[in-house]
């Protein structure tokens, strides 16, 4: 029996055998696509997972003092690859109508639950 593909989500990249055997992954980062060819599958899943981290915690709060409103734009920024337009669209404008005026100048360090 033959095994099912997995079929990865969107903005999560792709990784494929070429006709010469090896291995290539693509990942689209802000409209660009980002290539990376390996002589295994391992090496590209290792490369896209790396690229994947770096993209979604490129910032970091403990540095120095940051605003939430500063923050949320990074966050916003950081995810937009790897969700729909639709979605970032909704997400900013909720930020923007609930969060940001609120709680906007507050430092990330003083926030709790």
């Known amino acids: 029996m033959e095994m099912a593909k ?3 989500g969107h903005g999560e990249g792709s990784i494929f055998q070429r006709s010469n055997g090896t291995w290539r992954t693509q990942l689209t980062v802000n409209g660009e696509r980002i290539s990376f060819g390996a ?4 090496e590209c899943l290792e490369w896209l997972t790396t690229m994947q981290f770096h993209l979604t915690r490129s910032f ?21 690859v790897s969700i729909r337009s639709k979605t970032y669209h909704r997400y900013k404008g909720l930020a923007e109508k609930y969060i940001i005026p609120r709680l906007g ?9």
Not at 39 to 42: G, H, Q, Y
Not at 105 to 113: I, V
Request: without cysteine.
């Open 6 to 8: 997995k079929i990865r």
């Open 39 to 42: 002589k295994t599958k391992s």
């Open 60 to 80: 970091d709060f403990r540095a120095g003092k940051t605003s939430l409103k500063t923050y949320l734009g990074q966050w916003l920024e950081n995810h937009k």
């Open 105 to 113: 100048d507050t430092d990330l360090n003083d926030l709790h639950p």
